[in-house]
């Protein structure tokens, strides 16, 4: 029997939400310091959800923009702008809510604020667009008539305002705690589309029912980790979040989902990347198990349902051929077919992850790694540009998790991408590092003129 405790950590996000062209795409790249957004005076011009880190005052949390009105929409725009908004209320932490100084307070925006004090959820309302110069406008004070407290001038364009306003947001934020690591505690993230048997899985291998199980996608909503001791070790299973489904918002759960598998994957060491055998590989597939690439993380590709196929002698090799295709850009990710429902091969996956993890944690030593590169290299003349060729100078690895190596050489330029690939199958046809994604980083020595 395992040995079960219930923990929860979780980075709070804090969504921008409000009605379409108020600045909240302007507002978010300003908060985050990027241009991810696209920014555009057409009103829903944002159609996904983006997230980007966000650090102020020690506090360091989950930014999201949200999506404003999608053009050629059936839906009332109303409707829409409701979906959006609850989508916000249910997936944060704290909220803030924009709107705009020069066209003051609409029937949407009371609409919105409506839901928002209704949720009980900490927001802080933006009055954006405050660009001109001079003292605070008389028609700012129309904006405390939404109830929602103290409004936050704020000029998103020039930034004026914006300390303040991530002043106010971090009051509703917990106080920044440094996370305990648990000694020997694999960190297993369970990531994949809604419905594709995340719960089922934390359920079958914790060997109890710690998660509400329903056929309806979305269905968890809460991030509870699940602590496992059994012969194999001691585990925290990372159940990823989604979203209780109210009414059809199609991609939205999607979005917001992936949003989820990235809050799950910073945490872990390994994660399960679970796909259902019965649907088949999707784009969100594609697009969950690329946050658990780019992050370095150690990679399982498990097939749930399995035992919901018909099946022959050739449809494992087949649906693992195809898998291998879908799944090109992570090829070192071992693939295992498994049943949450009936258990097959759960044990397998335990040692899988055991292994996977390992492997993410390798280190390799210098002189190892430049015997590799002297035989990878004499096979193998490196690339030659207008009668200059690439010199090695030696390679060594610099960190773990994932396994990170640098390469010295004569010419950058010179070191393309495709050589770079041949050293990399060239070191894991030694040292294997299956499971995990190995990154290469490429440092220039003084050029020679020569």
């Not at 507002?27 to 159609?47: E, Q, W, Y």
């Not at 505690?185 to 719960?199: D, T």
């Not at 196929?309 to 071992?334: C, H, I, W």
């Amino acid at each position: 029997m395992s040995n079960i405790y219930s923990l929860k950590s979780n980075r709070p996000i804090v969504a921008i939400v409000g009605r379409p062209n108020v600045g909240k795409s302007t507002l978010f790249n300003k908060l985050t310091g990027t241009r991810r957004a696209i920014v555009d005076d057409t009103p829903g011009v944002t159609r996904d959800r983006l997230y980007g880190d966000c650090d102020w005052q020690s506090h360091n949390f989950l930014l999201v923009d949200t999506g404003g009105i999608e053009p050629n929409s059936d839906d009332v725009i109303l409707s829409q702008m409701r979906r959006q908004a609850q989508l916000a209320i249910d997936t944060a932490d704290a909220i803030i809510f924009v709107t705009d100084l020069r066209s003051g307070v609409t029937a949407n925006d009371e609409e919105v604020a409506q839901m928002l004090r209704r949720s009980g959820k900490p927001v802080v309302l933006c009055v954006n667009k405050s660009d001109r110069p001079g003292g605070t406008p008389p028609e700012f004070y129309e904006f405390y008539n939404l109830g929602l407290g103290d409004p936050v001038e704020v000029s998103s364009v020039h930034g004026h305002g914006t300390g303040d306003l991530l002043d106010e947001v971090c009051k509703h934020l917990p106080a920044p705690q440094e996370e305990e690591e648990d000694s020997g505690v694999i960190r297993v993230a369970i990531i994949g589309k809604p419905n594709a048997g995340k719960s089922s899985l934390v359920n079958q291998m914790a060997g109890e029912e710690r998660v509400i199980v329903s056929e309806i996608a979305g269905t968890t909503r809460d991030a509870t980790d699940t602590l496992v001791e059994n012969e194999k070790g001691k585990f925290l299973l990372i159940d990823t979040a989604g979203l209780r489904r109210k009414s059809r918002v199609n991609e939205r759960i999607e979005h917001y989902s992936v949003l989820r598998a990235k809050l799950a994957v910073e945490r872990a060491t390994v994660c399960v990347i679970l796909v259902d055998a019965v649907e088949g590989f999707t784009e969100q597939d594609s697009k969950v198990a690329g946050l658990a690439h780019e992050a370095g993380k150690g990679c399982i590709i498990a097939v749930n349902k399995w035992d919901a196929v018909e099946k022959d002698g050739k449809t494992m090799d087949a649906q693992r051929k195809q898998l291998m295709n879908d799944f090109s850009f992570m090829g070192y990710a071992p693939i295992i077919f498994i049943s949450a429902k009936t258990g097959q091969r759960i044990n397998r996956l335990w040692d899988l992850i055991k292994f996977v993890d390992e492997q993410n944690a390798m280190r390799v030593t210098t002189g190892k790694l430049n015997d590799i590169l002297a035989d990878a290299t004499a096979r193998v003349q490196p690339p030659t540009d207008k009668g200059r060729r690439l010199k090695i100078y030696y390679i060594t690895q610099a960190s773990t998790r994932p396994p990170t190596f640098v390469c010295f050489v004569n010419r950058a330029e010179l070191f393309h991408y495709s050589y770079q690939r041949y050293l990399e199958n060239q070191i894991r046809g030694v040292f294997g590092l299956e499971g995990t994604p190995v990154r290469m980083i490429v440092r220039e020595r003084e050029r020679e003129d020569v």
